[in-house]
T-cell receptor, first 114, second 116 residues
Framework: AQSVAQPEDQVNVAEGNPLTVKCTYS??????LFWYVQYPNRGLQFLLK??????LVKGSYGFEAEFNKSQTSFHLKKPSALVSDSALYFCAVRDEGGSYIPTFGRGTSLIVHP | DAGVIQSPRHEVTEMGQEVTLRCKPI?????LFWYRQTMMRGLELLIYFNNNVPIDDSGMPEDRFSAKMPNASFSTLKIQPSEPRDSAVYFCASTKTPGLGDYEQYFGPGTRLTVT
């Protein structure tokens, strides 16, 4: 079975400050991990993914995420937040040896204050 | 590429009416997913097709919901009869068949359904 948790419903950060959106997962085998962003009245948009290789993954719009196998985490980070980063962020996981269907977290609302 | 196309973007209908939502996946993608998003339940997978064949429909709420994919470039999600609790945003997403080097999903803009 595979599952993913986003422990924070909302994250508030001031513009210019670093941001972190947390994600933890559970799989039986090796994880495939994804981050998506959803702006108001839009569909989800792919940000980055971890399949294998370097634990630090860089993605769109200056975002990056760090895969930590021992902590089963895949937190999304950005060194300096922008007001335009305010959106809903989803983490998703798929077990390499499991179904082809990813499991999505409930989403974390990121609010960046000017 | 135009991305995943969904129509209509907004649908308002009365309880008991039939509703049909449409999706055109990205050319070359052979996996298609229908999702429903609400504030209460978040993002829910309804059905997954691979090569036009329904693989997993365990998320379809009840018999009032049905989905088809007659060819690689078109899918429909039908609700008959519709009920107020079906009000939600319905998304279609497509991807290449997952394998080594997994593929991300590409989502359409969604259809906002309101059933009165």
């Amino acid at each position: 079975a595979q599952s993913v948790a986003q422990p924070e419903d909302q994250v508030n950060v001031a513009e210019g400050n670093p941001l972190t959106v947390k994600c933890t997962y559970s799989v039986s085998g090796n994880p495939y991990l994804f981050w998506y962003v959803q702006y108001p009245n839009r569909g989800l948009q792919f940000l980055l993914k971890y399949i294998t290789g370097d634990n630090l993954v860089k993605g769109s719009y200056g975002f990056e995420a760090e895969f930590n196998k021992s902590q089963t985490s895949f937190h999304l980070k950005k060194p300096s937040a922008l007001v335009s980063d305010s959106a809903l962020y989803f983490c998703a996981v798929r077990d390499e040896g499991g179904s082809y269907i990813p499991t999505f977290g409930r989403g974390t609302s990121l609010i960046v204050h000017p | 590429d135009a991305g995943v196309i969904q129509s209509p973007r907004h649908e308002v209908t009365e309880m008991g009416q039939e509703v049909t939502l449409r999706c055109k996946p990205i050319s070359g993608h052979n996996s298609l997913f229908w999702y429903r998003q609400t504030m209460m339940r978040g993002l829910e997978l309804l059905i997954y097709f691979n090569n036009n064949v329904p693989i997993d429909d365990s998320g379809m709420p009840e018999d009032r919901f049905s989905a088809k994919m007659p060819n690689a470039s078109f899918s429909t999600l039908k609700i008959q009869p519709s009920e107020p609790r079906d009000s939600a945003v319905y998304f279609c997403a497509s991807t290449k068949t997952p394998g080594l080097g997994d593929y991300e999903q590409y989502f359409g803009p969604g259809t906002r359904l309101t059933v009165t």
